[in-house]
């Protein structure tokens, strides 16, 4: 049984909404997913849209999201939903060969992140400092994966990289959808 959590930012998200949320997003799971064990769908506004984001996390330790808006907050989710199920249906196979070959969940490592200051003022100046300001410091979970498996979570959690730990070499590696559409891989090793 997955745990679905439904919340709207400065929206109220009533009962009928939260039952056809975990009704339409609980079918995708059980036709393409291995054993997910949690969501959380949050609902949003931007100007005149109503905004929808999922985010799935899978037992591999392999997690699925998706966003989308509409003019209407069940046409929202629709399509929110559709996104993911498509996500899904294309890394189906891959997803339950994962599944198969691994049979203890992703590993994860901790990790740093931080949010830098922008630079202020006139865009032209030459900086006087190239000591960054922080602004915001987390906690960030590094998965142990190979590179396929990577890219694979990249792409399921529409995001525009992925930094991991190689499990060939347990180097940091990264990688990312480059402009052109295809997907580079950076893995710096010692020595060369």
Aim: proline letters at 4%; hydrophobic letters at 40%.
């Amino acid at each position: 049984m997955m745990r679905t959590q439904i919340s709207g930012k400065q929206i109220d998200v009533g009962n009928a909404l939260q039952t056809h949320v975990t009704d339409g997003l609980g079918a995708v799971m059980e036709k393409y997913a291995q054993r997910p064990t949690d969501a959380a769908v949050v609902f949003s506004r931007d100007a005149h849209n109503f905004v929808c984001e999922a985010t799935v996390h899978l037992s591999t330790g392999l997690t699925a999201a998706a966003k989308a808006q509409a003019g209407e907050i069940y046409a929202a989710f629709e399509a929110c939903r559709d996104k993911m199920e498509k996500q899904l249906r294309r890394y189906k196979r891959r997803l339950k060969d994962h599944h198969r070959e691994r049979p203890q969940p992703v590993e994860f490592g901790g990790g740093s992140s931080y949010v830098l200051a922008a630079s202020e003022g006139d865009e032209d100046a030459e900086p006087t400092n190239l000591q960054p300001i922080i602004i915001a410091e987390m906690e960030m979970r590094i998965p142990k994966l190979s590179a396929g498996e990577a890219v694979m979570q990249m792409e399921l959690a529409e995001a525009p990289l992925l930094v991991f730990r190689n499990e060939r070499h347990g180097g940091v590696n990264v990688v990312y959808r480059r402009d052109d559409g295809n997907i580079g891989w950076i893995d710096p090793q010692e020595g060369r």
